[in-house]
């Protein structure tokens, strides 16, 4: 069992910039990717940036150059910094991860709303 705690959201005016934790317990040790999605009211969970413990990390088209998802191994953490944010970035965020033994965990969200 993993648990996955997210934190750093809130209002943000268009323009500004977030970090967001998700901190990990558990068997924290058997996650092998990363990821972060994000909802925004009427629309479906999508993916938004993620990252492989190898190293590799994938991000969505619409936060190509503006967001960074890194990873603090000691802390259990993974972070998703997000730059130059834009209106159509609200929504909520979750971290999700993957073991090694093919299971999933979700965090259970933090909002983040950017005012234009």
């Known amino acids: 069992q993993v648990q996955l705690v997210e934190s750093g959201g809130g209002l943000v005016q268009s323009g500004g910039s977030l970090r967001l934790s998700c901190a990990a317990s558990?068997?924290?040790?058997?996650?092998?990717?990363m990821s972060w999605y994000r909802q925004a009211p009427g629309k479906e969970r999508e993916l938004v940036a993620q990252?492989?413990?190898?190293?590799?990390?994938n991000y969505a088209d619409s936060v190509k150059g503006r967001f960074t998802i890194s990873r603090d191994n000691a802390k259990n953490t993974v972070y998703l910094q997000m730059n130059n944010l834009k209106p159509e970035d609200t929504a909520v965020y979750y971290c999700?991860?993957?073991?090694?033994?093919?299971?999933?965990?979700w965090g259970q969200g933090t909002q983040v709303t950017v005012s234009s």
């Open positions: 999700k991860c993957r073991t090694t033994t093919g299971r999933s965990y």
């Open positions: 990252l492989l413990t190898v190293g590799f990390t």
């Open positions: 558990g068997s924290a040790f058997s996650i092998n990717a």
